[in-house]
Antibody, heavy 118, light 107 residues
Framework: QVQLVQSGAEVKKPGTSVKVSCKAS????????MTWVRQAPGQGLEWIGRIGPYGANIKHAQNFHDRVTMTTDTSTNTAYMELRSLRSDDTAVYYCANGPNENFFDWWGQGTLVTVSS | DIQMTQSPSSVSASVGDRVTITCRASQNIGDWLAWYQQKPGTAPNLLIY???KSYNGVPSRFSGTGFGADFSLTISSLQPEDFATYYC?????????FGQGTKVDIK
């Protein structure tokens, strides 16, 4: 059974960074990429980016292009998403998501609430 | 970048009603489209992929149609557990994009 388990909620000050983790189990981690999506309070889903199999072929939305870093650690089957220079409008629930067909997202983490506040 | 536009943004309906949500892409995306259902406080769940293929275990009352730029999700007979927000998502190219969501609530 596939599970994506994310790290816990974070409270950060503006200008700092946050690193969210997503530990995968139940499938061959290195053979699939990982996608990151966020959802601001009361808002819709926003695609952040995706890291491909073996940590290659990284894509991200232009909105985040110089502030986000996505990595994977195959020794622990964990994906990471770091967002820098945090602003109040980065307050959101951040999800990792995946699927055997990487175009569509069968599997989702439980979400990590990141609150940016002074 | 491809933009996804859903309509309506919200719909009020009763149990047993037929509900149709539409999604329009800003360019031709073939059948590279998925639909998700999201309930408050939980992650989205995949309902439909490749525009019209039902994901494992999704009730048959959910169906998807469309190709190119215009798509729709239909719930043939709304059940109490279907009150939620629905999103479309294009998988034709990067960056991926979601529609803004359609909230289905109780009339």
């Amino acid at each position: 059974q596939v599970q994506l388990v994310q790290s816990g909620a974070e409270v950060k000050k503006p200008g700092t960074s946050v690193k969210v983790s997503c530990k995968a189990s139940g499938y061959s981690f290195s053979s699939f990429g990982m996608t990151w999506v966020r959802q601001a309070p009361g808002q819709g889903l926003e695609w952040i980016g995706r890291i491909g199999p073996y940590g290659a072929n990284i894509k991200h939305a232009q909105n985040f292009h110089d502030r986000v870093t996505m990595t994977t650690d195959t020794s622990t089957n964990t994906a990471y998403m770091e967002l820098r220079s945090l602003r109040s409008d980065d307050t959101a629930v951040y999800y990792c998501a995946n699927g055997p067909n990487e175009n569509f997202f069968d599997w989702w983490g439980q979400g990590t609430l990141v609150t940016v506040s002074s | 970048d491809i933009q996804m536009t859903q309509s309506p943004s919200s719909v009020s309906a009763s149990v047993g009603d037929r509900v149709t949500i539409t999604c329009r892409a800003s360019q031709n995306i073939g059948d590279w489209l998925a639909w998700y259902q999201q309930k408050p406080g939980t992650a989205p769940n995949l309902l439909i992929y490749s525009a019209s293929k039902s994901y494992n275990g999704v009730p048959s009352r959910f169906s998807g149609t469309g190709f190119g730029a215009d798509f729709s999700l239909t719930i043939s007979s709304l059940q109490p557990e279907d009150f939620a927000t629905y999103y479309c998502q294009q998988a034709y190219s990067f960056p991926r994009a979601f529609g803004q969501g359609t909230k289905v609530d109780i009339k």
